[in-house]
Nanobody, 118 residues
Framework: VQLQASGGGLVQPGGSLRLSCAAS????????MGWYRQAPGKQRELVAR???????NYADSVKGRFTISRDNAKNTVYLQMNSLKLEDTAVYSC?????????????WGKGTQVTVSS
């Protein structure tokens, strides 16, 4: 099972980043995929979701600023983040929607840190 997020970094408010997540083909092809984030001291939250057919949903806090997309041929899901705000600072991870479980436990691959700071 592979869920490898990348593309994070340090960016100023108003800036942009594009995150990528490579997923195992077996879990990618048939599942809805989501981008999640967890800020320090807060619970993990779903920020964007895309169905296998390309239908998208967004959290109100990122609507109009973030765009989720997927390349089924590459088993990769992307998150284009524009107009970043301080409150977008978090570790971003991708997963199926709902998140996959292995032996009854939620499985999370490697996330990527996004820090928005002036």
């Amino acid at each position: 099972v592979q869920l490898q997020a990348s593309g994070g970094g340090l960016v100023q408010p108003g800036g942009s980043l594009r995150l990528s997540c490579a997923a195992s083909g077996t879990i990618f092809t048939i599942n809805d995929m989501g981008w999640y984030r967890q800020a320090p001291g807060k619970q993990r939250e779903l920020v964007a979701r895309i169905s296998s057919g390309g239908r998208t949903n967004y959290a109100d806090s990122v609507k109009g600023r973030f765009t989720i997309s997927r390349d089924n041929a590459k088993n990769t899901v992307y998150l284009q983040m524009n107009s970043l705000k301080l409150e977008d600072t978090a570790v971003y991870s991708c997963n199926t929607f709902p998140p996959m479980k292995i032996n009854g436990m939620a499985y999370w691959g490697k996330g990527t840190q996004v820090t928005v700071s002036s």
